[in-house]
């Protein structure tokens, strides 16, 4: 594994930031300013310890993954509650790290055995695992994957198709990383990540054609950062984003460019102070972005921001009832549609008060929008 993944991954921990929508707009109102127009979903002593993914069939379906106690672990979503998946065939994994589900019997996860993968497939009964192609990403192990009907996408030191049961490999230039995939059908995918390392690298971002992958126009991110998020909602409307490391130890500096058929362009305003860990599109042609908030003063509660497609807004998300209230300490890392109702899923994790020993506990936690964005402005 890369050394500065390392140390980017200790850093987040150690410091327990908030995980906020922080997409800055030119005079971004603080969180406690502004009602929330999310709601808790899953807090609290939970089979959840940490929630790395998640994917909506409908309002009434979806998964989340992620792991506790060194064990990976699926939830499930039923229109009313989250539970632990009990679905027979799961492989005992050390961390489910990406989910997504095409419908009620056809659903992806892919999580790490050791040093090994797991990929497996629920058929509306049970979880088959399937054999996958290519060695293990020792670099980057949360490999995305991305299933649409009739195909499923996977990232990491290539990038793989699978189709009628074959595996089909794109092989990538050297110390490129793909991390993160979104695909709009089996004949239309992107993919993002890096050619490693970060500073002196590039970030790279691929199309799907149906029969080969293509290295896109390189985005106008700022020098290094690094690309690990993707989204679209059509063809002529793409994000990407990131996050370099602030000088002299400074707070991040995040990066989101838009890609609008024929050229990219740099949106990323006066968004500062932020490690990007998600993005999502909010099927208008505008943007959900989430990352852990470095910004001053810090707030104890998550924050969430939407772009338009010309500004950006904030609000702030839901607090867990047992959540730290002394320094941000909620950290979202994936989000997804409920269904097409225009409501989102974020998921991720968040940390309790010290107790007399120092120590704290970190819960798993899912948030649900109440409302709906703007109406976006395309431009």
Known sequence: MHVRHLLRTAAVSLTLTASIFAVGGAEAVGAADTPSGWEVSLSGDSPAGSLMSVSSVDDDLAWAVGRKDQHGVIMRWDGAKWSEDTAPGLPDVWQWSSVTAVSVDDVWAYGTINRDQALVHYDGERWTSVATVGP??????????????????????ALYTYADGAWQTFTLPRLVDIRDID?????????????????????????????????MDEPPVRTGTDTAKITTDAPDSVYVAGWAD?????PPVPSVAHWDGTAWKDVTGSLADLYVHAIASDGRGGLWVTGNDQAEPA????????????????????????????WPSYSFYDLA???????????????????????????????????????????
């Open 136 to 157: 293990a990403d020792d670099s980057w192990p949360e490999v995305p994957i991305e299933a649409v009907p009739g195909r499923l996408f996977k990232g990491g030191n």
């Open 183 to 215: 695909a709009l059908s089996a004949d239309d995918a992107y993919a993002t990540g890096m050619q490693y390392p970060v500073d002196g690298g590039r970030p790279v971002t691929y199309h799907w054609d149906g029969t080969t992958w293509t290295l």
């Open 337 to 379: 549609p409920v269904g097409t109702s225009g409501a989102f899923w974020a998921v991720g994790d968040y940390s309790t008060p010290m107790d007399k020993n120092g120590d704290q506990t970190i819960n798993g936690l899912i948030e649900k929008s109440r409302t709906l964005p703007p109406p976006t402005a395309r431009g």
């Open 299 to 326: 707030f104890a509660e998550p924050v969430f921001w939407h772009y338009d497609g010309t500004t950006w807004t904030k609000e702030p998300g839901a607090t867990a009832p047992d959540g730290d209230t002394r």
């Open 246 to 250: 602030g000088a002299h130890g400074g």
